[in-house]
């Protein structure tokens, strides 16, 4: 389970099963969310190495 970048998700038909996978993924600690904070996102790592 991984993160559900919503900011590019608007027209997606499949929008709704990325959210229930990242819920499900934050509630039994699976993927990304096995980290504690659910470790970095990528889009603040992005942000944090721009040159």
Do not use: I
Not at 25 to 45: A, F, M, T
């Amino acid at each position: 389970m991984a993160y559900h970048y919503k900011q590019y998700s608007g027209n997606c038909h499949n929008a709704d099963v990325f959210d229930t996978a990242e819920e499900m993924g934050r509630s039994q600690k699976l993927g990304v969310w096995r980290l504690q904070g659910g470790g970095q996102r990528p889009w603040d790592y992005r942000k944090q190495n721009q040159r």
